[in-house]
């Protein structure tokens, strides 16, 4: 190419300039001089060019694609999004491992992160989720202390068995999340071949003002694929980034990866005479009851152009939700409506829904203004005060949602509800009846394998505690963790 043809380099501030790549010095040899101001703004970009890390769900990657609504469930939601059949909004959906680090491997045993952002007409959507229905804790104040046992121990700075074990056997709500975790279903074969959840109980309303619980379910078209736990172990010396690499290759090959969504609807009638707390999120309501009512589909088919711009800096939020859908009593979920967004703010700034990737395509309009990394006109000479006397923006009444019926007026901390104590049915269920032998062989030799870590003078409390909670799910999984210990039951 001739010289006036190629674009010329310039610094962040549009001036051009010649050398890139020598720094200003006396003499050959001499000492670099400080007015190289090049050589100051690259260094000085270079040492901020990583932004916090994400405290949990740190690797990831993600997509864009397209959701498609083929069954009409407008007598459950007045979200325009269910509005018609053959609708489409855009999406884009982040998968993550939660507990490793940004350079941990994809296979790790460990829940998968499914965080979707529906770019509706109304505003964006976040569907937060996981891989699996249900959850180790239901009580938000607990998720600090649970993150810190999946991490590193702040001594060796090294995972540590003995800490996880002593945490999830002091708390026996989690065996349902831990008997997944530990089967096959915790090591997932790639992003495209597993399910999807919105976990939380979230509720509906319709154009009639009347409220359903609801609870979202996305079905991977591909099929369920697992590795097994000596095939995950191999793969993660082999290709730590197998997920990730598998995602980019089939979209670039047009192999569009698709998933079902679907809900499940609960009145508040059936609600309050549902067997457990239809809110705890340790808890899932069977299919046999509640049926999957399928809504449509959803494909991811765009690869970002850039990680960092549209993968790094998305932020989801499960208080993003447009009129028709809405929240729900479920503890965890109330407490998240407040920490995902206030983790953004630390990450990525106050103004991290100006980014592209989380902006959304309807025009904003409100009196926030100022703060780091204004990227807009930060409303131009429009009053940043309301009401005012200047401007015609108004509140938008239809977007009111009907009152909440409280089943009680007394405030305190509970630490239960009815039926609460009952941690070990639905595990049991999925043990003995839903998984296969081989399934629950697998499941027996990875809880075995990773116990066999636990150490320190508590190490046989730990591992009887936690085979009590076995045993009050399966008589058969506790012997068979236990003989594989050399524990004496």
Partial sequence: MSDKKKKKLTTASGIPYAKNEDSMTVGPRGPVLLQDFTLHEKMAHFNRERIPERVVHAKGTGAFGVFRVKHDITKYSRAKIFSKVGNECPVFIRFSTVGGEKGSADTERDPRGFAMKFYTEDGNWDLVGNNTP????????KFGDFIHTQ????????????MFWDYLSLNPESMHQVMILFSDRGTPYNYRHMNGYGSHTFSMINSKDERVWVKFHV????????????????MRGKDPDWAQGDLVKAIEADDFPKWTFNIQVMTEEQAKAFRWNPFDLTKVWPHGDFPLIE?????????????????????????????????????MLQGRLLSYPDAHRHRLGPNYEQIPVNRPLNQVRNYQRDGAMRV?????????YYPNSFDDIEADETAKEPPMKLESDVADWYDRNENDDDHFTQPGVLFEKVMTDQERENTINNFVGHMKGIGGPKREEIIRRQL??????????????????????
């Fill in 219 to 234: 079905k991977t078209k591909q099929g369920i694929k697992n590795f097994t736990g000596p095939e995950a172990d191999a």
């Fill in 295 to 331: 809504v449509g589909e959803i494909e991811l088919n765009k690869v970002p152009e850039n990680y960092f711009r549209d993968v790094e800096q998305a932020a989801f939020a499960p208080a993003h939700v447009v009129d028709g859908v809405g929240y729900s009593f479920d503890k």
């Fill in 468 to 489: 009590g909670h076995f045993e009050k799910t399966s008589k058969e999984l506790a012997m068979k963790v236990a003989n594989g210990l050399g524990i004496d039951l």
């Fill in 376 to 384: 807009d006109d930060n409303g131009g000479d429009k009053p940043n």
């Fill in 151 to 162: 991490k590193r121990n702040p001594k060796t700075n090294l995972k540590d068995a003995t």
């Fill in 134 to 141: 249900v959850f180790f804790i239901k009580d938000p104040k």
